[in-house]
């Protein structure tokens, strides 16, 4: 139907023609994260077709987003209007969110063909079953699944990271990190650091079926490293140390790639014992800030999250039958584990049981591509090897959804690009994915809408603020409570009163 390549490569060709300049990183001195959802229709095979015959699928950009950063806890606003997390997959899937209510208006309003198809109840929606969604990331998920196996011939993307930098608040993270005292390093071409990045490998590809781990390190061919299983359980201090001992072609995992996602208040912590011992797996994580801690949990949490309860959240499922799951997800070249992909994504909540009809666990398919993102932070690093100055995360992010009107957007710490901090708070400053945003097109959504023909869970009570209305969205609290009782109990939640906008 379609492979790892093919999303990567579509998703790279739209970033290159649908994304402006503004927003895209300074070129060899900034880089960032790339994430996408795709829509793939597959019409059905009728039964009298011959079993050859080829079937035509299309692939369509539907959402994108680019972006490295989060805002600390003393920047959240109770008015809903500051982006809080502005990680690529984080904006990708509140673009989605975003192309979701503008195909259920189109449904709705009976205006044009849309992506959804009248379910059994009242006021109800589904999603047509010819179509399915494969979310796409230039590099793997910060926190869980970013802890990798490192081979004792590679180095950290694109530095280490030292134990001493835990402990430092300052630096400022966005997955792997570097290291303060590694920072000259990263800088000269001469450095052994630098050097042992551009070491080619010679291990032939080895193909790894039925799920079996395997690391991939960027710019090297699969080095066919098969690990112990590790479920969904933390894995001990001694535990993960003992993965040095695996070797291939005696090359020992002598390390983990480092997350800058640190543990949340209530869970086992990391170690920070040097080597593969430094972190402790299968754990809940926030996204690093600069001093100012963030409530924002690491990609791979809400990855898993989404993996229970579907990328549309709370409010669409008012309108929904079903939740919108994705089918796949696929990352770009960067280092990369297999098992530690299953593990973030799906393992840790695969015991979760007593969900509401039509939530679940799902079979996530999860694939590879072998194709670099240009803007990624070991390409840029690659190509600047005699450019000077220091290689930082690009502090904007682009968010772009398949609506007709204003499909983009560039912010920067949480607002549009060029607000000033006598314009916060007015309704030019805000990101058109804010949750106050979002809110407005939901409400503009609901009043196209004849009262008689809303779904019995908009009928039953009067609603005012954007936190009654997600509360009444019942299936899906529901859903979400019990994942948190069975498998994320210390997942951060933002007080109440940050929800109370109307």
Request: proline share 6%; net charge positive; aromatic share 6%.
């Amino acid at each position: 139907m379609w492979t790892a390549n093919e999303i990567a490569q579509l998703c790279y060709e739209h970033y290159g023609i649908r994304l402006p300049k503004q927003g895209k990183p300074e070129p060899n001195h900034e880089w960032t994260l790339l994430a996408a959802v795709v829509k793939i229709h597959s019409p059905a095979v009728q039964a009298c077709d011959p079993p050859d015959k080829l079937v035509q699928v299309t692939k369509e950009v539907v959402s994108m987003g680019t972006g490295t950063k989060c805002i600390g806890q003393s920047k959240m606003r109770k008015s809903g209007d500051v982006l809080n997390d502005s990680h690529a997959e984080v904006i990708a899937r509140r673009s989605f969110q975003r192309y979701l209510l503008h195909q259920l208006q189109l449904a709705a309003t009976l205006k044009e063909d849309s992506i959804f198809v009248p379910g059994t109840q009242r006021g109800m929606w589904k999603l047509r079953p010819d179509l399915l969604f494969v979310f796409f990331s230039s590099h793997t998920p910060c926190g869980d699944a970013s802890i990798i196996p490192m081979l004792e011939f590679e180095d950290q993307p694109c530095c280490i990271v030292s134990r001493d930098w835990a402990t430092n608040p300052s630096v400022e993270a966005s997955g792997n990190l570097e290291a303060p005292e590694n920072k000259k390093n990263c800088e000269d071409p001469d450095s052994p650091v630098t050097k042992r990045m551009r070491l080619e490998l010679e291990t032939p590809t080895r193909e790894v079926a039925n799920g079996a781990a395997h690391h991939q390190s960027f710019d090297k061919q699969e080095s066919g490293l098969i690990l112990p299983s590790v479920s969904s359980s933390i894995l001990t201090v001694e535990e993960l140390a003992s993965l040095t001992t695996v070797a291939i072609n005696g090359a020992k995992a002598v390390d983990v790639h480092r997350t800058g996602a640190k543990c949340v208040p209530g869970e086992a912590g990391d170690s920070r014992k040097p080597g593969a011992a430094y972190h402790q797996v299968g754990l809940l994580r926030v996204k690093p800030g600069r001093g100012d801690r963030t409530h924002s949990m690491s990609c791979s949490d809400k990855l898993a999250r989404w993996n229970v309860l579907g990328c549309q959240g709370a409010l669409l499922m008012h309108f929904l039958e079903e939740p919108i799951y994705l089918t796949a997800v696929v990352i770009g070249k960067c280092p990369y584990s297999q098992e530690a992909m299953q593990r973030a994504l799906i393992e840790r909540c695969q015991n979760v049981s007593t969900l509401p009809k039509g939530f679940g666990v799902q079979e996530l398919k999860i694939q590879q591509s072998d194709l670099p993102f240009e803007h990624s932070r070991c390409a840029v690093q690659a190509k600047r090897a005699d450019s000077s100055g220091r290689l930082v995360p690009c502090g904007a992010a682009i968010s772009w959804s398949a609506v007709p009107e204003q499909p983009l957007d560039v912010t920067a710490n949480g607002f549009p690009q060029g607000t000033t901090k006598k314009g916060i708070g007015s309704l030019q400053a805000r990101s058109r994915i804010s949750k106050v945003e979002l809110f407005r097109s939901f409400q503009k959504l609901l009043s196209s809408i004849a009262e008689d023909k809303w779904p019995d869970s908009l009928r039953v009570q009067k609603l005012t603020t954007y936190w009654e209305y997600k509360e009444a969205a019942s299936a899906y609290q529901e859903a979400w409570s019990a994942l948190r009782k069975q498998a994320f109990a210390s997942w951060i939640r933002n007080p109440p009163d940050y929800h109370q906008f109307k």
